[in-house]
Structures are given as C-alpha cells and as structure tokens.
C-alpha cells in the first residue's frame, strides 16, 4: 500500500507524461488508489522484493499505477488482459522517452524493462487478471 503523498506524486507523473489509460485513476479517491497499488510486480511477491524493484526501477512507477489499477477492476477477459499488458509497455516507453534523452543508456534500458515487465505479465499474470473478476462471481452468487 502506498502512502497519500505518493499517490498524488503518482498522479501528476500520470499527467505530465499524459500516460494511457490515466482517466481510470479518476475514478477513485486517493485512500482507495493507495490500497490498490502494490508497486511494480505481483501481489503474491513479497513486499521487500516489491519494494526492491520499485526501487531499481522508479520510472516505471507510474506505469505500474494505471496497470494496478487496470488489473484492481480486471472484467476477465483475454482482450483486456492483452490491451493492459500492451499499454504497459507503450506508457513505458512513453516515460522512458520522456524522462530521458536520446543519447542516455537510461532511457534504453527503462525501454527494455517496460517490455520485459508486459511480457512477463502476458506470460504468466493470467491467474493474477482473473482473481478479481473471481472474486466478484463468488461475492455476486452468496
């Protein structure tokens, strides 16, 4: 769970970098966008391996943001789980070219994690996309 100041330092990187898929963060206030992002990687990792890839990997954080977020309101679908996984790696790209000039390693090498991190999720994140979709089918059928 994140802080509140991080939630807003969050949103305005949202903003500035006019990332896709931002607008879904309006939907929530800044407590429940707080509760909702894990930082970069899983749930079921644990939170000092979360922290630690949060920390090699601060650019993508707001990347990571709109993607928790995507995932927190998951419908289960396969379409939907490629479209997030996808946006992941353009919004990462988007950053890197942003924050970085052309003729800095850093900027390469945010690229290629933005990629590596969406194959990764396309890979083997299906499980993670259909809980919360799950969940509400068991909450809607008691």
């Given at each position: 769970m994140?802080?509140?100041?991080e939630?807003?330092?969050?949103?305005?990187?949202?903003?500035?970098?006019?990332?896709?898929g931002?607008?879904?963060?309006?939907k929530y206030?800044?407590?429940?966008?707080?509760?909702?992002?894990?930082?970069?990687?899983?749930?079921a990792?644990?939170?000092?391996?979360?922290?630690?890839?949060?920390a090699?990997h601060?650019?993508?954080?707001?990347?990571?943001?709109?993607?928790?977020?995507?995932?927190?309101?998951?419908?289960?679908?396969?379409?939907?789980?490629?479209e997030?996984n996808?946006?992941?790696?353009?919004?990462?790209?988007?950053?890197?070219s942003a924050?970085f000039?052309?003729?800095?390693?850093?900027?390469?090498l945010?690229?290629?994690?933005?990629?590596?991190?969406?194959?990764?999720c396309q890979?083997?994140?299906w499980?993670?996309?259909l809980?919360?979709s799950?969940?509400?089918?068991k909450?809607?059928?008691?």
């Amino acid at each position: 769970m994140a802080d509140i100041d991080e939630v807003k330092r969050l949103k305005a990187l949202c903003e500035k970098y006019e990332l896709e898929g931002r607008e879904i963060l309006s939907k929530y206030t800044d407590d429940e966008l707080a509760a909702i992002f894990n930082g970069i990687g899983p749930d079921a990792f644990p939170q000092w391996l979360r922290s630690a890839l949060d920390a090699l990997h601060p650019s993508l954080a707001p990347v990571a943001f709109i993607h928790d977020v995507e995932w927190h309101e998951s419908d289960g679908t396969e379409t939907a789980f490629a479209e997030s996984n996808a946006r992941f790696r353009r919004n990462g790209c988007k950053v890197a070219s942003a924050a970085f000039g052309w003729w800095r390693p850093r900027r390469y090498l945010v690229m290629w994690d933005a990629v590596k991190f969406a194959r990764i999720c396309q890979r083997f994140g299906w499980s993670a996309w259909l809980a919360p979709s799950k969940a509400q089918e068991k909450g809607g059928a008691a």
